[in-house]
T-cell receptor
Framework: AQSVTQPDIHITVSEGASLELRCNYS??????LFWYVQSPGQGLQLLLK??????LVQGIKGFEAEFKRSQSSFNLRKPSVHWSDAAEYFC????????????FGKGTMLLVSP | DTAVSQTPKYLVTQMGNDKSIKCEQN?????MYWYKQDSKKFLKIMFS???????INETVPNRFSPKSPDKAHLNLHINSLELGDSAVYFC???????????FGEGSWLTVV
């Protein structure tokens, strides 16, 4: 069965500092990996996705993520955090076969301090 | 234009009532989903429909009944609401197999 682990429930980062949110997955084949962001009271917005090819993927809002098969990880990074980045971040894994659904991690809440 | 839209956004209702949440997507996608986000923010698949046919039905009480009148719509009807049904319900859709899943803005259901 596929699963996703986000080991950090919440992280606090100073504005302007760099950010890395961790995500580890379990999946039997080549995974499709996603990062979504949810602002308070809002829906889920796709930040970026990995299907194949270059293991470093760029997303919106200056985010990037790196797929490391050997570590079963897909960590999200941003070089300089802005106060508006404060939100809940979800990593998800899915597959290409059938009508695959996404399995989500439990989320990491990002707090940005002045 | 909103790609995946769901209504209502907020719903407060009493235990025992029956309520529906509607969802529409204008992306031309074949597959639609309902996800539930509980109070701890955990997101879990409930149902998946492909071209109006039920594909995935996770362990969900049969008080929850999805209805897909056409491939652009997937409504969720809930009978005899219970306190534990309070959650955020997200509708979503996807195109080709394995493609990105796009979510609606969520419907906040509170059962009192």
């Amino acid at each position: 069965a596929q699963s996703v682990t986000q080991p950090d429930i919440h992280i606090t980062v100073s504005e302007g500092a760099s950010l890395e949110l961790r995500c580890n997955y379990s999946y039997g084949a080549t995974p499709y990996l996603f990062w979504y962001v949810q602002s308070p009271g809002q829906g889920l917005q796709l930040l970026l996705k990995y299907f194949s090819g270059d293991t470093l993927v760029q997303g919106i809002k200056g985010f990037e993520a790196e797929f490391k098969r050997s570590q079963s990880s897909f960590n999200l990074r941003k070089p300089s955090v802005h106060w508006s980045d404060a939100a809940e971040y979800f990593c998800a894994v899915g597959g290409p076969s059938g009508y695959s659904t996404l399995t989500f991690g439990k989320g990491t809440m990002l707090l940005v301090s002045p | 234009d909103t790609a995946v839209s769901q209504t209502p956004k907020y719903l407060v209702t009493q235990m025992g009532n029956d309520k529906s949440i509607k969802c529409e997507q204008n992306l031309g996608h074949d597959t639609m989903y309902w996800y539930k986000q509980d109070s701890k923010k955990f997101l879990k698949i409930m149902f998946s429909y492909n071209n109006k046919e039920l594909i995935i039905n996770e362990t969900v009480p049969n008080r929850f009944s999805p209805k897909s009148p056409d491939k652009a719509h997937l409504n969720l009807h809930i009978n005899s609401l219970e306190l534990g049904d309070s959650a955020v319900y997200f509708c979503a859709s996807s195109g080709e197999v394995g493609n990105t899943i796009y979510f609606g803005e969520g419907s906040w259901l509170t059962v009192v």
